[in-house]
């Protein structure tokens, strides 16, 4: 229940976690990136979601990608670090850690590969509410975890005294609707899928939306979206939402994400690095497919001009 | 690829993990109930696999239940070890350390919640058997995975130098079908879902089950299922077959897997214990549900005739 805890809202954009071409975390691409991002107008960072490959970073390196984003954003930009996990103990523990490493809140979905019920996913996020104490940003993934949460579930997770906010990631534009009804008033309904529909969500209610691909690859014009939304600018949000659906199109098709959001940031000279197994790099063919993807866009010769 | 490293085949039911109410692993339960499973027929056994509730193990955890396992079930019957969770090398590196506890083999399934393509999870076994240089088992279950594992992507994983086998847990009969066509002349194709399909599955070319609550609940008879289908008692394997299903079907949306087959294993008095978070343990009323189900099996009658 956000009864005053938090004031989230805007384009929070997931930022991508660079590896280095063996697997290192490249620290020096990760805090440009999430300064880059910032000061193309993004309002706040999740850190460690599924854009950020949370699930071949452990604890301890997601702890300090909390402090290193802390550092890079400075004290006012509210963070969220990506904490899930299957292990409930574990995941309370590193939410708790999470906000004692300078996040507001932590991210946190049903646990993936373990499809559990109803009464199970209640259980779980009632120890989390109990036992962190911390701002729980829900997170409801139905393509990973293998679990949707319908909109009525959440609505008595919400309940809980720390869920604040959520993240629905489900693709039902009528689902993310029916959320917003059954729970805009006790928690911050964002949108994931906001390359897809960023503009209607945040017309229909959403606080604002969870970003990654489109805001990471096309910077100030992608982040503006929920500017844009909130002013009430239909034509210019039509423009850029139809762009960052045909970027959407385009990469989905290339590879695993966000290994071809990281090729695609490469190749405009942004920070993305290298992925950690098991993803791969794209090949020379699927890199070539990226850059096709971009010219189509015109990002190429944007960033030639530079 | 099989070319003569494991002679793999039969009923090998997916153990599950017996807990204590609070959480810590039962390891009387555990070997009590391994023991039953192979005095009732069982050719092996599978330790550590969704059944076993892997998600909430530790890999400290899964190598102890394995040397446990091992010593249990003698030289005698199979014992597959489940080492799969999603970072490359921790599975390579746990793959490795299961070798070293005397098992025959290990359980890997392709890395979950990450949306792995194709290239990516072939460069995962090739990873692992690189590494580890031991028999490895793929489990093909695209419900808990969410990555499909179809007959010409099993024929390319086929070739890899470890790769022995497949559990193939799609509900789709017919990739079973076309798996065993495109590589069970290079790995053993074992099927999952045994308690829907045991007969058809080897009657496809399957040559063993990996089961679940066939076994542990049905016990005796539900593990007979396999050796009939094989030697052609299509009589009597068609009856035992329809009583899994009705089992199956009547525990489907009861509760969670793990926690339903636990549920009824203790109320028949097998070793069944309780869950380990995330999941619970029956609710009251799914334990209502369950004792129907048994009941309408007659396994009371039976349990209360065996004691």
Redesign the interface.
Known sequence: MNDGKVDWHGNIVAVATPFTRDGAIDEVKYTANIELVLSEGAHGIAVCG?TG?A??VTPEERLHLFRLARGAAGKDVPIIGGTSG????KVSELSKAAVEAGCDGALVMP???????E??LL??FR?LSDNAQVPVFLYNMP????INMPPELIARISAMEWIVALKQSSHDFAELETTIDACGDLINVFAGHSAERGYAAVVMGCMGFVSSMEAQIMGREAISLYDLAKAGKVEEGRRVQARTIALDKGMRKI???PSNMKAAMNLLGRPGGYC?????DLDESETAQVRKVLDGLGLLQAEAAQ | MNDGKVSWGGNFPAVVTPFTADGEIDEKKFVANIELLLSEGAHGVVVSGSNG?S??LKGPERLALFRLARKVAGKEATVIGGTGS????DVAELTQAARDTGIDGAMVMP???????R???V??FR?ISDAASFPILVYNSP????VDIVADFAAELAEIDWVVAIKQSTLDFTVLEQTVAACGDRISVFTGHSAKRGLASVLAGAVGFVSSLDSHVLGREGISLFERSVAGDYDAARAVQMRTLALDRGMAGL??GPSVMKAAMNMLGRPGGFPR????EA?AAEKEGIRRVLDGLGLFSQAHHAA
């Open positions: 599924c490959e699930w071949s299957i292990d409930i103990g646990p993936y590969y373990a499809v559990i019920g009464r199970e259980a779980f120890d393509k990973r975890t293998g590879g695993t994400f950690r197994r098991p993803l791969l | 509730e998600w909430a999603i970072p490359t090398g890395p979950y919640y990450c949306g792995a393509s290239r990516e999870v460069a995962h990873a419900k808990s995975t969410g509760g969670s978070r995330p999941l619970l609710s």
